[in-house]
C-alpha cells in the first residue's frame, strides 16, 4: 500500500474512534507496518498480512483502549506479541509510560527494533514470562494499568493482570463478542485476586470488521501473594 493511501486510511479510521492523527504519528504506524511486514518473513509475528486489515485489526483496534486510560500514567501490555495494544497506544499518547513483556525473546528483538525505528521514549520491551514478572516484588501493584489482548480466558488473564497492578488500578482486557459466560465463570478469580469488573463496553471497528468487548476490572483490594502460581498453572487450573 503506497504512503498516501495508507495516511487517508488510517486517518478516516481513526476519525471514527474519536482520534486525530498528526502527520507524524501517521509516519510512524507506516513504518511499523513496513518493518511488522519484513519481519513476518522470517519470524511469525502477525497472520494478518494485508495493509488494511493491519491498519483495522492491529493499529485502530488498539487504540481503542486510549480512553481508559488517565494522563501521565504507567501501563504494562501483557503478552504483547508483536506489539499491540501497547507500541500503537505509545505512537498517540506520549503521555503514557509503558512496558511490554513477552515471554519470547524473537518478538522482544523485533520490539526493540521498532522503538528504535519509531524514536519512542518511556517505553520498554522486556523478556518474561509474566508469571515470574509478576512474583518480583519490584514489579507487583506498581502499574496504573495492566491490559492484554487475545492472551487467554478472563480467569487465567486475571491472575496474569491483577498482581501486576496497584490498588485502584485497572486492567484492560481486550475480548472478542459474546463473552457473556466467559465473564460469569470468571468472577470468582477475579474476587479472590482482588478485584471487581467495574464496566463491560461492547463496541465495533471500522469497515464492520470486528466486534470487540472491553472489561474493565478495578483492583479494590491486595492480590493473595500465592498470585501467580508457577507457570501454565493459571491456564492448567484456572481459579474456581
Avoid at 38 to 52: C, D, G, R, Y
Wanted: proline share 5%; with cysteine.
Amino acid at each position: 500500500m503506497l504512503k498516501e493511501e495508507f495516511s487517508t486510511k488510517i486517518k478516516q479510521f481513526a476519525n471514527e474512534i474519536g482520534i486525530l492523527l498528526q502527520e507524524e504519528q501517521v509516519n510512524q504506524f507506516y513504518t511499523y507496518m513496513q518493518l511488522l511486514l519484513e519481519w513476518n518473513e522470517k519470524i511469525n509475528l502477525t497472520a494478518i498480512t494485508k495493509p488494511e486489515e493491519i491498519i483495522v485489526k492491529h493499529f485502530i483496534d488498539s487504540m481503542t483502549i486510549a480512553k481508559y486510560i488517565q494522563k501521565n500514567a504507567k501501563l504494562i501490555d501483557v503478552g504483547t506479541g508483536a506489539g499491540f495494544p501497547g507500541i500503537p497506544l505509545k505512537i498517540i499518547r506520549d503521555d503514557i509510560e509503558i512496558t511490554l513483556l513477552d515471554s519470547l525473546n524473537k518478538r522482544v528483538i523485533f520490539l526493540e527494533e521498532i522503538l528504535r525505528h519509531l524514536k519512542l521514549t518511556k517505553i520498554q520491551a522486556i523478556h518474561s514470562r509474566v508469571e515470574e514478572f509478576g512474583k518480583n516484588q519490584k514489579n507487583r501493584e506498581s502499574f496504573d494499568y495492566a491490559t492484554s489482548r487475545a492472551v487467554a480466558k478472563l480467569s487465567t488473564l486475571s491472575e496474569y493482570l491483577m498482581p501486576l497492578v496497584k490498588i485502584q488500578g485497572n486492567c484492560i482486557c481486550m475480548k472478542g463478542p459474546k463473552i457473556e459466560e466467559e465473564i460469569e465463570e470468571s468472577k470468582k478469580a477475579i474476587s479472590i485476586l482482588g478485584g471487581k469488573i467495574e464496566k463491560v463496553d461492547n463496541l465495533q471497528l471500522p469497515e464492520g470488521n470486528m466486534d470487540r468487548t472491553m472489561v474493565v476490572i478495578t483492583k479494590v483490594k491486595p492480590t493473595p501473594l500465592k498470585y501467580p502460581r508457577k507457570p501454565g498453572m493459571a491456564t492448567k487450573e484456572p481459579i474456581q
